[in-house]
């Protein structure tokens, strides 16, 4: 499809679409950046013992369905879509596309002793993947060999193993297609090619992985019968995608020019862009340059807006409570909180590392807590920020954020006092639906970097003080050793069984 004149293409809309982990999130917006509206559907995870996060993969479609049908004269207007989703999960299809079990989310950890399985067998996963990726229990090749040693019958009928925004991109353009880097782990992201001798091992055939391409590519049109399910015009280009992430580092322009950053939601993620990549990423991901535009040295922390929902479910207060409980604290030196609710993932890959407060005192109270998870969460991501600098041999004076809690001016103290460097927030909180929509307006302009300057929004820039940034000196050297406390109680704790 060619780009259209531009007086005709300002009556239009870009449909930029984030299958995430609690919500589904639609954004219509015009190909001069204006927004025209945002739409959410809540979606349920079911949990269980055992580390169990699954969710009903027909859920995404009904989403979308009552996306389209309430903003039925929006849908017809739109010329483009872009899908954006949450990885690694795995979604297991058959040959028309339906799913032969729930999804296993990123959240999902009950395949840990299939990821020391693999750490044991493969050693560095970068000879084989292509890439580091940790061998952990949230990863897609150890979530499959779970399931082939737990559910052989999911083997049986699985024809393709899709990521969500896959699995609603092959209902919408009746294709099977994802992009190298939401697949890593049973396709090598250099070479786009299933990991043959990996998926024999964990009991799977290659024939699974899909047909792989660049996420600014179009993976088709709509189909007839997708357009009458969901009210779009039949035709219109659908983007391959990315991962939520991939999408929220293009919308911060991080694919543009090499730049630090934090992406907030349920979990963070966190790194640092790079016209080069490192050999090795160690306990970080890479996403190379086969994959995107620029190399980035990323990981994905466990729990960032999951801390703040635990704390304010522990107080039985809402978690916009919470941030405005912090705002009260007059403590000058705050108990440690390590943000391990749910375990960690980067850098420590430990699905049984446990938080806390440390260095609480009688004349502690609820403000000062609220105050402390705000810091243990920014803790956290500034040590992967530093890692991901220190492997890239490059650091960032600029700190970009983004999500809802990276753009809540609430958090701007808490953020130049952590981080200790210069902050770069952004008006619109929404990174992922603008990064998917960026994809779609790229699938059309057939330019990545002007479709994000042409959908980029403005950003809003903050100096911390010296007395903030020895503050963060000073705090973070506590964070760090209470953090050597605690994974010397897991590993006594591991070794007693």
């Not at 890479?286 to 807006?305: D, E, F, R, V, W």
């Not at 960026?438 to 959908?455: D, G, Q």
Request: net charge negative.
């Amino acid at each position: 499809m060619q780009l259209l004149d531009g007086a005709v293409l300002a009556k239009d809309l870009i449909l930029g679409l984030d299958f995430g982990t609690s919500s589904v999130k639609a954004l219509f917006i015009d190909v001069v950046g204006k927004i025209i509206k945002r739409v959410e559907v809540k979606i349920a995870t079911t949990t269980a013992k055992n580390s169990v996060a699954e969710q009903n993969a027909d859920h995404y479609l009904d989403a979308l369905h009552e996306i389209s049908r309430n903003n039925g004269d929006l849908a017809a207007r739109v010329i483009a879509i872009g899908l954006s989703g949450h990885t690694p999960s795995v979604v297991c299809v058959d040959s028309t596309g339906s799913a032969v079990r729930p999804v296993m989310t990123w959240q999902d950890n009950r395949a840990t002793k299939e990821a020391d399985d693999l750490l044991a067998k493969y050693g560095n996963p970068f000879e084989i993947i292509g890439t580091s990726l940790p061998w952990s229990a949230s990863a897609c090749p150890a979530k499959l060999f779970w399931l082939a040693r737990h559910e052989p019958e999911t083997v049986a009928k699985t024809r393709w193993v899709l990521q969500p925004k896959d699995f609603v991109g092959m209902h919408l353009t009746g294709k099977a297609i994802s992009d190298p880097w939401s697949s890593k782990g049973i396709c090598n992201v250099l070479t786009r090619v299933p990991i043959n001798n990996l998926l024999e091992f964990i009991g799977w055939d290659s024939k699974i992985v899909p047909e792989l391409g660049d996420g600014f590519e179009s993976r088709g049109g709509v189909s007839d019968t997708a357009a009458k399910k969901f009210g779009l015009p039949v035709g219109i280009p659908v983007s391959i995608g990315w991962s939520d992430a991939m999408c929220g580092m293009v919308a911060l322009g991080v694919m543009s020019e090499p730049s630090s950053f934090i992406i907030t939601g349920t979990s963070a993620i966190v790194g640092a862009s790079t016209t080069t990549p490192p050999k090795d990423g160690g306990s970080l991901y890479i996403i190379p340059n086969s994959c995107a535009p620029l190399a980035i040295t990323y990981g994905p922390t466990q729990s960032s807006g999951s801390s703040i929902a635990w704390f304010s479910a522990l107080l039985e207060t809402t978690q916009d409570e919470a941030i405005n409980l912090a705002e009260r604290s007059e403590s000058s030196d705050l108990p440690i909180f390590l943000p391990y609710i749910y375990g960690e993932r980067a850098p420590l890959w430990r699905t049984d590392l446990q938080g806390g407060f440390y260095g609480m005192g009688g004349a502690t109270n609820k403000f000062d807590l609220a105050a402390s998870v705000l810091e243990g969460i920014s803790f956290a991501e500034k040590q992967v920020i530093e890692t991901a600098e220190t492997l890239n041999c490059s650091a960032s004076e600029l700190i970009k954020l983004g999500g809802h809690a990276g753009n809540d001016q609430r958090w701007e103290k808490i953020r130049l006092k952590t981080l200790g460097r210069e902050i770069s927030r952004y008006e619109d909180t929404d990174t992922t639906t603008r990064g998917s929509a960026i994809l779609a307006h790229a699938v059309i302009n057939k330019n990545l970097s002007e479709s994000t300057e042409r959908l980029g929004f403005n950003s809003i820039k903050s100096t911390p003080s010296e007395i903030q940034k020895n503050y963060s000196k000073k705090k973070f050297k506590e964070f760090l050793s209470a953090q050597t406390e605690a994974l010397r109680l897991a590993d006594q704790k591991k070794e007693r069984g």
